[in-house]
């Protein structure tokens, strides 16, 4: 298994002062920052875009930005988000009339690709693109909205998702988004997980490396 990554999802962080939360968590030991995207369509919300990620990148971040699309359609804002600064572009396929299409979108245009899979989303939208994958992200809630608890049923499908990538060979990152917390982080990488979104768990502390330091030495009880 690849060295654990915890992804702070900015969706919980301070709004009108990003660049310096964001940088305040990557001081903490964050080590990729997860950015929401909805667009109040695709899920009942509406955050932010690619003139976002943009001023992050002028501000000076320098971490990955792990871009999430809940958008409906995917493809046109893809390159955008390129130009932008993304390091990695996930989408739910229910989104995408094209899939393959879509993921040759965001490779060609210089990023890792993901496919993300809400809690009923099945499985099969892998059969045929397993070779085009970076990322899979499992959400272990409905989309749309930070602070909901994480959905039990979450771990069986990382278990199952954990065997088809061993199965598969690829090089592709198993990411979980929701509820994630310090109390059942060691749960959900025992069940495959390798990367970690938790936006209210640490933005809603006041001291960011405590939470990411206690999440890394309940990570370590797995790795060792
Ligand atoms: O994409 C989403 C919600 O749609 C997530 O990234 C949440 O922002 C995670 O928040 P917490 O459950 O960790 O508070």
Known sequence: MRPFLIAPSILSADFARLGEDVDAVLNAGADVVHFDVMDNHYVPNLTIGPMVCQALRDYGVTADIDVHLMVKPVDRIIPDFAKAGASIITFHPEASEHLDRSLQLIKESGCKAGL????????????????KLDVILLMSVNPGFGGQSFIPSTLDKLRQVRKLIDDSGYDIRLEVDGGVKVDNIAEIAAAGAD????????????D???????????LASIES
């Open 195 to 206: 990367m970690f979104v938790a936006g209210s768990a640490i933005f809603n502390k006041p």
């Open 116 to 131: 993300v899979f809400n809690p009923a989303t099945p499985l099969h939208y892998l059969d045929h693109v397993m070779d």
């Open 208 to 218: 960011y490396k405590a939470v990411i330091d206690e999440m890394r030495s309940e």
